[in-house]
């Protein structure tokens, strides 16, 4: 007697081996940029290039982040004081962008002032306008501040994003008026409000706001380029294309130190992802 499967199960095994599919081919560069890292010198040059490493080494990460001696010079990538450079600068940029942005998102959304709708309408069609147009000006305004080649100097274009700005208020909007008008007639202040109110409420889209100013900060690369001019102060990205210029045929070098970049952001999205999840999919606050 045959057995009859039913199409339900049948568009289910069918979705569920694309959705399969397309994993496996996100995630195989991913793999295969971890295994060439532990390559010995020169394996990743043969063709077709291998997937598994005749030979697991660690010479590369040794490379990249322990100081050697060769030829009896002292030799050094910086790596690591680039690995804390941009460990410190999107730690800063994501805290203080935070203390900027949420309050401005939530002023937006629920408080009434002069301008408000100008001014939004202004952040609007700021969006619209490539970030590299504004980098010549912004060079040098801040070389009269005097602030190139400095830490602050990579650190406050990031603080007032506009994206930031908006996304808290379309969350904002969801909080119920009845609710914050109900605090405001039991004495409560505008401060109290939202530390008290709005934060709780909003704590997922701040996780989330809060991974996507530090993947931004730590993956930026042009503006760092462009305003850092010591070596000792470069972040991740500008030490990695400093590498690549010196060592392009390096392959097994380069991806370790592609490794070494990701890493740290990959161990933070995992851990966040509960809250991040909750403040892509919840959309706004219901009261």
């Known amino acids: 007697m045959a ?117 939004l309408r202004l952040l609007i069609v700021s969006l619209i306008v490539p970030g590299q147009v504004a980098m010549l000006p912004l060079f040098l305004i801040f070389k009269e501040l005097g602030l190139v080649n400095s830490y602050a100097g990579v650190i406050l274009p990031s603080l007032a994003g506009i994206f930031a700005i908006l996304f808290v208020r379309q969350a904002t909007l969801g909080i119920p008026d009845e609710m914050l008008d109900a605090a405001r007639l039991d004495g409560a202040s505008e401060a109290r409000i939202f530390g008290s109110i709005v934060l709780p409420l909003l704590a997922p889209i701040v996780v989330t706001l809060a991974l996507f100013m530090f993947l931004g900060s730590w993956n930026d690369f042009l503006w760092p380029l462009i305003i850092l001019s010591d070596q000792h102060r470069y972040t991740l990205p500008v030490a990695v294309a400093a590498i690549g210029r010196e060592h392009a045929a390096d392959g097994e070098l380069m991806m370790a130190a592609a490794v070494v970049t990701t890493l740290p952001v990959l161990a933070l999205f995992l851990a966040l992802q509960r809250f991040y999840m909750n403040g892509l999919l919840g959309g706004s606050v219901k009261g």
């Open 3 to 119: 057995v009859t499967v039913p199409r339900a199960r049948i568009r289910a095994i069918l979705a569920n081996a694309a959705v399969a599919a397309v994993t496996l081919l996100t995630l195989l560069p991913l793999a295969w940029m971890v295994t060439v890292s532990f390559m010995p010198r020169g394996e990743a040059n043969h063709f077709p290039p291998p997937f598994w490493p005749s030979r697991w080494s660690w010479e590369n990460y040794h490379e990249l982040l322990v100081r050697r001696l060769i030829d009896g010079a002292w030799f050094d990538y910086r790596m690591v004081p680039a690995l804390w450079n941009s460990l410190g600068i999107a730690a800063l940029s994501t805290l203080f962008g935070l203390l900027l942005t949420v309050p401005a998102g939530y002023a937006f959304a629920k408080l009434r002032f002069t301008g408000r709708e100008r001014l």
